[in-house]
T-cell receptor
Framework: QKEVEQDPGPLSVPEGAIVSLNCTYS??????FMWYRQYSRKGPELLMY????GNKEDGRFTAQVDKSSKYISLFIRDSQPSDSATYLC??????????FGSGTRLLVRP | DGGITQSPKYLFRKEGQNVTLSCEQN?????MYWYRQDPGQGLRLIYY???????QKGDIAEGYSVSREKKESFPLTVTSAQKNPTAFYLC?????????????FGDGTRLSIL
């Protein structure tokens, strides 16, 4: 079993839709959780960073962590074609190394 | 502008050849990292360095080598011992190696075999 599981997609939605991206992880000791956005042929860009369970909002993006279920989510409101990218979740292990999911490709259709 | 610069963007390697990928940061970050990304897979850690003149192996260090002689520079050498080097290589840095320090990435080098 992979330590971080993420549906590869692709996920195709119309412009303006609410997008839900999800990851599960296996180790309850993980404490730091991140979402990165990666455009084609570019490096990942940090979108959201959370430490504890609950929600964190930044503009159209909301990150949610449920430690009891070992489940993390990223919600994108009012999705735009410019949001089309691959979204990577990542967790930080006890030695502060990042473990990444395989990424979900998102396509927002105009 | 502050950031992480990787060069070159594209690199080709011949059989038996060592190649070196450059990573420079002007963010004054202590920690630097090298990852490999293959299609449909997440990033895998090759090497990391939390301080100058010190570095540790990541999960897939075999066939790679690094040095950290300056705070701002962390070059990665892909040696001929790495039998499957074709991948997208990403360099990252963070203020320190602690849990509350997220990593920021450069725009990568794509390495291919000739």
């Amino acid at each position: 079993q992979k330590e971080v599981e993420q549906d590869p997609g692709p996920l195709s939605v119309p412009e303006g839709a609410i997008v839900s991206l999800n990851c599960t992880y296996s180790n309850s000791a993980f404490q730091y959780f991140m979402w990165y956005r990666q455009y084609s042929r570019k490096g990942p860009e940090l979108l959201m960073y959370t430490y504890s369970s609950g929600n964190k909002e930044d503009g159209r993006f909301t990150a949610q962590v449920d430690k009891s279920s070992k489940y993390i989510s990223l919600f994108i409101r009012d999705s735009q074609p410019s949001d089309s990218a691959t979204y990577l979740c990542a967790v930080m292990d006890s030695s502060y190394k990042l473990i990444f999911g395989s990424g979900t490709r998102l396509l927002v259709r105009p | 502008d502050g950031g992480i610069t990787q060069s070159p963007k594209y690199l080709f390697r011949k059989e038996g050849q060592n190649v070196t990928l450059s990573c420079e940061q002007n963010l004054n970050h202590d920690a630097m990292y090298w990852y490999r990304q293959d299609p449909g897979q997440g990033l895998r850690l090759i090497y990391y360095s939390q301080i100058v003149n010190d570095f540790q192996k990541g999960d897939i260090a075999e066939g790679y080598s690094v040095s950290r002689e300056k705070k701002e520079s962390f070059p990665l050498t892909v040696t001929s011992a790495q039998k499957n080097p074709t991948a997208f290589y990403l360099c990252a840095s963070s203020i320190g190696g602690g849990g509350n320090q997220p990593q920021h990435f450069g725009d990568g080098t794509r390495l291919s075999i000739l």
